[in-house]
T-cell receptor, first 114, second 112 residues
Framework: ETGVTQSPTHLIKTRGQQVTLRCSSQSGHNTVSWYQQALGQGPQFIFQYYREEENGRGNFPPRFSGLQFPNYSSELNVNALELDDSALYLC?????????????FGPGTRLTVL | GQNIDQPTEMTATEGAIVQINCTYQTSGFNGLFWYQQHAGEAPTFLSYNVLDGLEEKGRFSSFLSRSKGYSYLLLKELQMKDSASYLCAVRDQGGATNKLIFGTGTLLAVQP
């Protein structure tokens, strides 16, 4: 069973640029959630995708967008990067059925905006 | 509003027991999770409570009181490798099936 993977591991961008982060969900999982974790803070929910549809969104502006593909992998896109977007971006996959729905987190992508 | 409170930092001694508290006020509730996060790594699942009471899992136990909006994580026989941040998270009932609202985390330092 393959765990959640994310790419790239680290990324440095400048203000105003665009970035795409990628996530492969754990085998058998059809739900992917994205979180932003600033240094010293808990993760903040960005949005969730279930069967290729956005299924809930946190308090993030529209320049944060995403996609989920038929194989349930996902992308997070951020346009017009700002300095405050510097954070660890975590992807978590789960099975969107009944039960615990435990979320399994990937190792994250560390984004630095200069 | 959504609010989850937990202490910022705690220190404990190897071999001892430590209790990390979490209080929450959320618009919906569909379960409470505890995650462990070592520096620079992803959070890993420790426990889940949806009904009142104690859930035990080896050296880790978690308690929930829904009427009080309160949970704690109990770590026994502390080991140096338990030094990490411990995140309390509530699953929001409304909207997304699996939206987790996290506290800021409690940084636990285990000393020899």
């Amino acid at each position: 069973e393959t765990g959640v993977t994310q790419s790239p591991t680290h990324l440095i961008k400048t203000r105003g640029q665009q970035v795409t982060l990628r996530c492969s969900s754990q085998s058998g999982h059809n739900t992917v959630s994205w979180y932003q974790q600033a240094l010293g803070q808990g993760p903040q929910f960005i949005f969730q995708y279930y069967r290729e549809e956005e299924n809930g969104r946190g308090n993030f502006p529209p320049r944060f967008s995403g996609l989920q593909f038929p194989n349930y992998s996902s992308e997070l896109n951020v346009n017009a990067l700002e300095l405050d977007d510097s954070a660890l971006y975590l992807c978590a996959s789960s099975w969107g059925g009944l039960g615990t729905n435990e979320q399994f987190f990937g190792p994250g992508t560390r984004l630095t905006v200069l | 509003g959504q609010n989850i409170d937990q202490p910022t930092e705690m220190t404990a001694t190897e071999g001892a027991i430590v209790q990390i508290n979490c209080t929450y006020q959320t618009s919906g509730f569909n379960g409470l999770f505890w995650y462990q996060q070592h520096a620079g790594e992803a959070p890993t699942f420790l426990s889940y409570n949806v009904l009142d009471g104690l859930e035990e899992k080896g050296r880790f136990s978690s308690f929930l009181s829904r009427s009080k909006g309160y949970s704690y994580l109990l770590l026994k026989e502390l080991q140096m490798k338990d030094s990490a941040s411990y995140l309390c998270a509530v699953r929001d009932q409304g909207g997304a099936t699996n939206k987790l609202i996290f506290g800021t985390g409690t940084l636990l330092a285990v000393q020899p």
